[in-house]
């Protein structure tokens, strides 16, 4: 089992900055890969950035220079370094760890762009 806790979402301008935090607990040793996903009022729940055990990061289309996805292993800890926030990048944005074939999720934080 695998839980997650994230925090740092907020309300912030458009062009801001956010930095969400993510911190996993339980058996996180077996987790291989983390991520972030979001999910608009009205949309579908999408991946924002992810980052495997091994270093591999991959981004969707839309944050790619904007957003840094980064895990700190000694912390069981990732990050989701937002800048260049856009109205359209306000959602729930989501925790996930894969682990032992199962998605853990966390309760997610919001974040609201303001133009």
């Known amino acids: 089992q695998v839980q997650l806790v994230e925090s740092g979402g907020g309300l912030v301008q458009a062009g801001g900055s956010l930095r969400l935090s993510c911190v996993a607990s339980g058996n996180i040793f077996a987790i291989n890969s983390m991520a972030w996903y979001r999910q608009g009022p009205g949309k579908q729940r999408e991946l924002v950035a992810s980052?495997?055990?091994?270093?591999?990061?991959n981004y969707a289309d839309s944050v790619k220079g904007r957003f840094t996805i980064s895990r700190d292993n000694a912390k069981a800890t990732v990050y989701l370094h937002m800048s260049g926030l856009k109205s359209e990048d306000t959602a729930m944005y989501y925790c996930?760890?894969?682990?032992?074939?199962?998605?853990?999720w966390g309760q997610g934080t919001q974040v609201s762009v303001s133009s």
């Open positions: 996930n760890a894969f682990s032992d074939r199962r998605n853990y």
């Open positions: 980052i495997s055990s091994g270093g591999y990061i």
